[in-house]
């Protein structure tokens, strides 16, 4: 959940701290105090988009804090981005937004993008404001928030159907390419035969063209060679005829006369000369041989050099060296095998095609039955919601049918006899209708709901998909907007009860509503001087926290601004003692149904009892 959040500069709001905890919180003020402020700030720590208007006049930039008692998920972001958490757990984002524009976003300490504190959101909260109800119009969600109501019994089939469509897609992209490219891709086989044709001729072996170069090269100098390697000999051994001593011969009587010296320390180099004598023969015997193999030969020399030709003629064509065209030889058998255009080959991948959309209807056809069911349980769950919220002739049912394919459509999936756009989510179109009452026909959202209505219905569905939904922290601007009197009430109470699954953060102006929270936030305008001669004061706001006490009278005022009379307080407290009992009520008969207790069991008359004292 969110423990706490701080705002600075955004709006009429310079510095401002919330304290949250579980349960409901409400949060009124005046109009224009700047409670939309709060919500915008939750949409800015949720990855939400930044706007430089939204920064407080004369302030450098805005700033907004949130610190989270982090889910696992949340967690195991902050590890992916190298984030840290807290000490006690909670992990702390932030979102700065200056006044030129830019935007900075940090997690746990960290700068990160800002699609990670989206990602987070996904975890951790979710803001619910009247864009939101312009999306419910939307048939791609309503189809999500039916499949989000369904769980795993629709996330399992459409994980399965995903990865058919996926295949199938690949195979029928693969066929359509072998059939109305069969002319281009036959050239293109012939020239990769050909290549290969060409570099099997000649056989390269990998590393063949340096090792040539450098046999090569040898040959080539091989009278020179001889006769450097010759006088290297003739240095160490000396002339035939004794005239010209080499180095050995030399050594040798140099270690004669240290050994017959007799003086020690002239012997102790004996043993260093004879070392001498015998690192200088070696290479004296390693000359001779070197001389043995050298060979002139050139045969052999012209030999190595048409080969290197050979060579030269495929690293002209397909690659710098001799491993580089084996290498272009693998790609091109592998290239190759996929060219088949004969009509085998063809009638394989029609098959497999074919196999791959059977598999593909079994799943969408599983995926629908699954939807269905859950619609049916999502309409009633509904249903009974917006009977509590002063609707009660109405009902919302949710439509599940198949999208029939377009004419000509390339990918079209045959399900119970039908051609079906096989889209990326099912087969299905989801939509829901609303009865609005007795006598009528079901219509669509935008057509049969009005603007209250449509904030009840959003309502009825959270709280219906309130066990279905793992955000902990959710935020609603204004839900109540169009409604009042008895349809006012039952929205605090539905509030009331989502919140005790969730933390939930609502921004109001409806005392029938504020009546029903755990803790009451204010919103409150003030002013401060302008800086220079003639500058007009500028309105500047703080939220703070109301005591018992002090919600009476905020209540009183959010009734008809009747805070100063006893007529109006009275009003406030009979409004609050009202609202406590529905509270207390609600919660202990969904506590009693969490554990499994039938409606007049000794926990629940217990619980009765406590409340008549």
């Given at each position: 959940m969110l423990a706490e959040m701080r705002i600075q500069g955004l709006g009429v709001i310079d510095d401002a701290t919330l304290e949250l905890d579980p349960g409901l919180t409400v949060l009124t003020g005046e109009t224009g105090a700047g409670k939309t402020m709060v919500v915008t700030g939750l949409s800015l720590l949720g990855g939400g988009r930044a706007e430089s208007s939204r920064v407080s006049e004369g302030a450098k930039r805005a700033m907004v804090e949130g610190r989270f008692t982090a889910s696992n998920a949340a967690l195991e972001l902050a590890e992916e981005v190298?984030?840290?958490?807290?000490?006690?757990?909670?992990?702390?984002?932030?979102?700065?937004?200056?006044?030129?524009g830019r935007s900075r976003a940090h997690l746990g300490g960290r700068s990160v993008p800002i699609?990670?504190?989206?990602?987070?959101?996904?975890?951790?909260?979710?803001?619910?404001?009247?864009?939101?109800?312009?999306?419910?119009?939307?048939?791609?969600?309503q189809r999500a928030l039916l499949d989000r109501f369904a769980g795993d019994a629709v996330a399992k089939p459409l994980a399965a159907y995903r990865e058919t469509r996926t295949e199938w897609l690949e195979v029928g992209a693969e066929l359509t390419e072998r059939r109305d490219g069969a002319r281009r891709l036959a050239q293109e086989a012939d020239m990769l035969r050909h290549g290969l044709a060409e570099i099997e001729s000649v056989a390269p072996q990998p590393g063949?063209?340096?090792?040539?170069?450098?046999?090569?090269?040898?040959?080539?100098?091989?009278?020179?060679?001889?006769?450097?390697?010759?006088?290297?000999?003739?240095a160490l051994g000396g002339s035939e005829d004794g005239d010209s001593p080499g180095a050995l011969g030399l050594c040798g009587e140099a270690r004669n006369l240290v050994g017959a010296s007799g003086d020690g320390e002239l012997e102790a180099l004996?043993?260093?000369?004879?070392?001498?004598?015998?690192?200088?023969?070696?290479?004296a015997a390693e000359l001779g041989g070197y001389l043995d193999r050298l060979d002139a030969d050139p045969e052999r020399l012209a030999g190595l050099l048409a080969r290197?030709?050979?060579?030269?003629?495929?690293?002209?064509?397909?690659?710098?060296?001799?491993?580089?065209?084996?290498?272009?030889?693998?790609?091109?058998?592998?290239?190759?095998?996929g060219l088949d255009t004969s009509d085998e080959a063809l009638a394989a991948l029609a098959a497999r095609r074919d196999a791959l959309a059977a598999d593909l209807a079994g799943h969408a056809e599983e995926l629908s039955t699954a939807r269905s069911a859950a619609s049916v349980r999502l309409g009633e769950a509904t249903t009974a919601e917006l009977a509590g919220l002063a609707m009660q002739d109405a009902s919302l049912r949710v439509g599940v049918a198949r999208r029939p394919a377009g004419e000509g459509e390339q990918h079209a999936l045959t399900v119970d006899g039908r051609a079906c756009h096989a889209g990326?989510?099912?087969?299905?179109?989801?939509?829901?209708?609303?009865?609005?009452?007795?006598?009528?026909?079901?219509?669509?959202?935008?057509?049969?709901?009005?603007?209250?209505?449509?904030?009840?219905?959003?309502?009825?569905?959270?709280?219906?998909?309130?066990?279905?939904?793992?955000?902990?922290?959710?935020?609603?601007?204004?839900?109540?907007?169009?409604?009042?009197?008895?349809?006012?009430?039952?929205?605090?109470?539905?509030?009331?009860?989502?919140?005790a699954r969730?933390?939930?953060?609502?921004?109001?102006?409806?005392?029938?509503?504020?009546?029903?929270?755990?803790?009451?936030?204010?919103?409150?305008?003030?002013?401060?001087?302008?800086?220079?001669?003639?500058?007009?004061?500028?309105?500047?706001?703080?939220?703070?926290?109301?005591?018992?006490?002090?919600?009476?009278?905020?209540?009183?005022?959010?009734?008809?601004?009747?805070?100063?009379?006893?007529?109006?307080?009275a009003h406030a407290e009979e409004l609050l003692a009202a609202a406590s009992s529905h509270r207390e009520s609600d919660r202990a008969a969904d506590a009693a149904r969490r554990e499994g207790e039938q409606p007049g069991s000794g926990r629940r008359k217990r619980t009765g009892g406590a409340r008549k004292r």
């Open positions: 190298g984030a840290e958490a807290d000490e006690d757990g909670t992990l702390i984002a932030a979102r700065t937004v200056s006044s030129d699609g990670v504190l989206g990602r987070l959101a996904e975890a951790q909260l979710a803001v619910h404001g009247q864009n939101d109800q312009l999306r419910l119009l939307r048939p791609a969600d063949e063209d340096r090792e040539l170069v450098e046999q090569a090269r040898r040959l080539a100098a091989a009278d020179d060679l001889r006769a450097a390697a010759e006088a290297a000999r003739l004996d043993s260093r000369l004879g070392e001498a004598l015998a690192v200088l023969g070696d290479v290197q030709a050979e060579l030269k003629a495929l690293t002209r064509k397909y690659a710098a060296d001799t491993d580089g065209v084996l290498e272009w030889a693998k790609d091109a058998r592998e290239r190759l095998s990326s989510s099912g087969v299905d179109e989801v939509e829901l209708r609303l009865v609005p009452h007795a006598g009528s026909s079901a219509q669509p959202l935008h057509k049969g709901a009005s603007g209250g209505e449509l904030s009840r219905v959003m309502l009825a569905l959270e709280v219906a998909l309130a066990g279905a939904d793992p955000v902990p922290t959710m935020v609603f601007d204004e839900v109540d907007a169009g409604v009042g009197g008895r349809a006012a009430v039952e929205i605090g109470r539905r509030l009331a009860r989502l919140a969730h933390q939930v953060i609502v921004v109001t102006h409806l005392p029938q509503v504020a009546a029903y929270a755990d803790r009451h936030l204010v919103v409150q305008k003030g002013s401060a001087d302008g800086t220079g001669s003639g500058t007009a004061a500028v309105t500047r706001s703080s939220v703070r926290r109301l005591a018992e006490g002090d919600r009476i009278g905020e209540l009183a005022r959010m009734l008809a601004g009747l805070d100063e009379t006893d007529t109006g307080r």
